[in-house]
């Protein structure tokens, strides 16, 4: 006679512990942070909308908000998204060769369709306080800690004096850039951002150095 294992044992056999929740999936971030983009160049920020986004995609509207609370956070993390890599600073023992670069490639990202995003963003955080706070924190904030490090190696290879203003110094180098980018007075040119970084880091090199150059 046949014996039955037990149903306890058939019901248990190969069960894990299920996780709680769905998991996140990578490949529907990726694409919302390019619907995103893209809907943003096409229509502009009054007219985007998280549906829009969601439908664009092929996700749903919970999944966007899953990561993102807001579509300020949204379109920064985008744009950021789309930018970090190319603007991370190297380290190649000069502070001026350091910024210069990394400022030449600010000005080629400005210049180009991201440029127009970055605009749109600009443009409605003068009205929409959710944007240029999610600006500042998600994509200014990681760039200026880089640019701290970058200038503080600078003091410690005594190419910059000790007690410069950080903050100071950075907005005398980006705001010039920034400047250009939303006024069109000027060209953004690597000379300019050459002649630029000359003309501050000079500035805040070490008084010494400073006073040798003008007595020679």
């Known amino acids: 006679m046949r014996q039955k294992s037990p149903a306890h044992g058939k019901r248990g056999a190969g069960r894990g512990k299920r ?6 999936s990578e490949q529907a971030r990726v694409a919302i942070l390019r619907s995103t983009l893209k809907l943003l160049a096409k229509n502009g920020f009054p007219d985007l909308t998280i549906e829009a986004i969601a439908a664009h995609a092929s996700v749903g509207k919970a999944t966007v908000y899953r990561w993102w609370p807001n579509k300020a956070a949204l379109i920064t993390d985008a744009f950021a998204t789309s930018t970090t890599r190319k603007l991370h600073f190297p380290d190649t023992g000069s502070v001026r060769t350091d910024m210069s670069q990394q400022m030449r490639q600010v000005i080629k990202i400005f210049r180009s369709r991201r440029g127009r995003i970055l605009s749109a ?3 409605a955080g003068q009205s929409d306080r959710e944007v240029i ?3 500042r924190d998600r994509f200014m904030r990681p ?5 701290y490090a970058t200038v503080r190696r600078g003091i410690a290879r005594g190419e910059l004096r000790k007690g410069v203003d950080l903050d100071l ?3 005398s180098l980006y705001g010039p850039i920034y400047m250009r980018f939303l ?9 300019f951002v050459d002649n630029l970084c000359e003309l501050v880091l000079g500035g805040a090199g070490p008084l010494q150095k400073r006073r040798a150059r003008g007595s020679t």
């Open 19 to 24: 996780s709680p929740g769905r998991p996140r």
């Open 133 to 135: 706070a999610a600006f």
């Open 183 to 191: 006024i069109r007075h000027d060209e953004l040119t690597p000379d």
């Open 169 to 171: 110094l950075l907005d």
């Open 143 to 147: 760039r200026r800690q880089e640019a």
């Open 121 to 123: 963003i600009l443009a």
